[in-house]
């Protein structure tokens, strides 16, 4: 039968498979009622005038795929012709499923006509079935299409040359040895690469000379990068120079993916520039030496330009316009034919800008669509803010920007909002025109005044700062409640996550819940209302604390107090709103400990049942698992604030409770958190001291003050 091929976006392969069972057989053809699979195949061939055949060097396989038992699939080979040309006309295949794969290509790894293809597809045939299978084979090469502009000829001499590359780092040496695959391009042309094994990119040098003597100044090589690029695409590089831009030659790249029937034409020019007159965009611009001059240049003709300034958008040309407008703001722009310009921002811009760093953002796009960025970072004399600070220790380090260089003392001075009294730090140099002062006292939630002394006088604007808020506790208004039972009070909500913890577990499986939700201090807000009770024969304190319920035991149960806990600031104090009905002699207590606990633990366990080993106090420095063994030791107290409440208090009031720190640990941080709040002061460890039952304590509103 006749073969032949014909180049398209790659070559295509038709297989006609006629299902069945059986073997090959001569004579005249059979037909699918014979019950035999009959493969007739046929397919194109090259031309005979083409230079390079892929199909000289092209391989088919069919394999059967069948399941692994596992859920997965495995192959087996079971034809390869080699050539691809030397498949039969009539191939015999039982029933089933089958993958047909074709390479096609010497697998040249650069060359300007060797192209490799590869190409498989997977099909099924049943009993009698007769099926045409396409398979079409793509470019498996990196296609690199070079376009020189007329720009390229015009400003140099002849012998230009391009290396491009396949390789991750560029060497002019080991482009002209041969060391790696190169191809050399003189003039527009593609090439196709295969990357080798460990190398992901391609990459290119431009080497050439010019006798201009302007235009000789400017370097006589390029390099460059197209990364990670894939097969199957095609990445046309566009070369341009432009003697408006600094001597610069634009390199442009566009990926797609290739199809050799198509010769689209991409145009790239050099990006539009922003670039400083008199100081580099590189460096740090010193804010008082304006006004600041910047050169504009492009090849084409600029459509817009734009400045973002602390979120300020300033568009200083739309539509190839310029907005004069500006000019009272302290922007001015001349432009000089369209491609070039000087764009001046003076001192009464700089002016409004505030201390610091100031990043003027320009963004450019020219007539031809091409689009170009830049950034000026301006220095402005002033106070800045806090640098970096540590709330635990109460520390900070302030900053400002000082830029004259007839100053020749900076310090920044800073105080409270309702201070009246401004502190006084000396500044160092840190770096391009930033000063720090460590040494300022800052807390949490607090706002703050700073101001930068230049030679003792006040230079640039107060900036007025806020340090974070302290961290709070979760559900510490005791909104969230939930009774899986109807019966056992839990103080976070259905599905929540447990931080505060009661004795209802233990009470309530006795008896009722002695913790539970009741009316805030806040119309439509609630608050914990915690009751004394006596379960059967016992009095049990009505409590909430940081942590949970163990387990019951006998008449009592055990207690975990505490959680892991992390702060972002020190504490002063705990403020908390109660009421207390007092029965007795009976007290009310809240207390809160700053734990920091060893190896782990994250709580303390008090067991009612053996109170003398387990019981804890808030004045107490050390905890342990046993008081009678100093060797159970599970961490120590740095800071602690206690409230006991002794009268009866009818109407809602603010507690606020010191929170005491202890010398020797003022420089760790705690890992464990205990707040406890209870109606019997000390029921939480020893319900056989609860006497009288009946006093109630209301709790609202718990919060750290910093």
């Not at 390079?52 to 699939?73: C, F, H, M, N, P």
């Not at 101001?451 to 961290?471: F, H, M, P, R, W």
Request: hydrophobic share 35%; proline share 4%; with cysteine.
């Amino acid at each position: 039968m006749k073969r032949y091929i014909k180049y398209l976006a790659g070559c295509s392969l038709l297989l006609a498979f006629l299902s069945g069972c059986g073997k090959e057989q001569p004579g005249p053809a059979p037909s699918a009622a014979d019950g035999d699979a009959i493969v007739r195949l046929s397919f194109t061939l090259p031309e005979a005038t083409r230079a390079y055949d892929a199909l000289e060097t092209s391989v088919l396989r069919i394999y059967k795929v069948e399941s692994d038992g596992a859920g997965g699939e495995t192959e087996g080979l079971i034809r390869k012709y080699q050539p691809a040309t030397d498949i039969p006309a009539d191939i015999y295949l039982a029933a089933g499923k089958y993958r047909v794969v074709i390479e096609a290509g010497d697998n040249s790894k650069a060359s300007f006509t060797n192209k490799t293809y590869h190409g498989d597809t997977t099909f099924t045939l049943t009993d009698h079935e007769v099926k045409s299978v396409e398979v079409l084979c793509k470019l498996t090469n990196i296609a690199v299409r070079v376009k020189f502009d007329e720009t390229i000829a015009e400003k140099f001499d002849p012998g230009y040359k391009l290396y491009v590359s396949a390789s991750d780092v560029f060497s002019k040496t080991a482009a002209e040895a041969g060391a790696v695959p190169t191809l050399t391009y003189a003039a527009d042309g593609t090439g196709y690469f295969i990357l080798p094994a460990g190398v992901s990119d391609i990459n290119w040098g431009f080497y050439c000379s010019s006798s201009d003597p302007i235009i000789s100044r400017y370097p006589g090589e390029y390099t460059g990068t197209v990364s990670a690029p894939q097969g199957g695409m095609l990445y046309t590089l566009t070369y341009k120079f432009s003697d408006f831009v600094d001597g610069y030659l634009s390199v442009s790249i566009d990926a797609r993916e290739y199809e050799s029937k198509h010769d689209d034409h991409f145009s790239f020019s050099p990006q539009p520039r922003v670039s400083g007159i008199g100081f580099s965009l590189a460096n740090i611009i010193a804010g008082h030496i304006a006004p600041l001059n910047f050169q504009l240049s492009s090849l084409n003709p600029f459509a817009s330009l734009a400045m973002d300034v602390n979120g300020v958008r300033y568009d200083i040309m739309t539509g190839s316009v310029v907005n004069n407008a500006l000019k009272a703001q302290g922007i001015t722009c001349v432009m000089d034919g369209g491609d070039s310009g000087t764009l001046t921002i003076d001192e009464n811009f700089i002016a409004q800008l505030p201390g610091g760093i100031n990043d003027l953002a320009f963004s450019a796009k020219d007539t031809d669509g091409t689009d170009g960025s830049a950034i000026a970072r301006v220095a402005v004399a002033g106070a800045v803010g806090i640098a970096e600070s540590n709330l635990w220790f109460k520390t900070g380090t302030l900053s400002a920007v000082a830029t004259d260089p007839a100053t020749t003392e900076v310090k920044i001075r800073y105080k409270e909002d309702d201070a009246d009294d401004w502190i006084e730090l000396d500044a160092v140099l840190d770096a391009d025109y930033q000063y720090l002062a460590a040494g300022a006292s800052l807390s949490a939630g607090h706002t703050y005044h700073i101001q930068l002394l230049e030679n003792g006088a006040v230079s640039g604007t107060t900036k007025i700062v806020s340090t974070d808020a302290g961290i709070q506790l979760p559900n510490a208004s005791f909104e969230d409640w939930n009774a899986p039972d109807n019966k056992t009070w839990y103080p976070y909500a259905q599905g929540g996550t447990e931080f505060w913890g009661t004795g209802n577990p233990g009470s309530a499986s006795m008896g009722s819940s002695v913790t539970v939700s009741d009316t805030g201090r806040t119309e439509g807000t609630k608050c914990a209302k915690l009751e004394t009770k006596t379960i059967v024969i016992v009095k049990a304190a009505g409590n909430i604390f940081i942590g949970k319920f163990g387990a019951i035991s006998g008449m009592g149960g055990t207690v975990q107090m505490g959680r892991k806990f992390s702060f972002n600031a020190r504490p002063t104090a705990l403020r908390a709103w109660c009421k207390y009905t007092r029965k007795g002699s009976d007290k009310g207590r809240v207390y809160v400990c700053l734990v920091k606990m060893k190896d782990g633990v994250t709580y303390h366990t008090v067991d009612t049942n053996n109170a003398a080993k387990t019981a804890f106090y808030p004045d107490e420095e050390f905890l342990y698992t046993d008081k009678t063994n100093t060797s159970t030791l599970e961490g120590h107290v740095i800071a602690y604030g206690d409230q006991m409440i002794e009268t009866t208090v009818g109407d809602w009031t603010e507690f606020v409770i010191p929170i005491t720190y202890r010398d020797q640990y003022l420089d760790e941080e705690p890992n464990v958190l205990m707040v406890t709040a209870t109606a019997s002061y000390d029921g939480d460890n020893l319900s056989s001291n609860i006497t009288t039952a009946g006093s109630i304590l209301w709790i609202d509103d718990v919060e750290f003050i910093y």
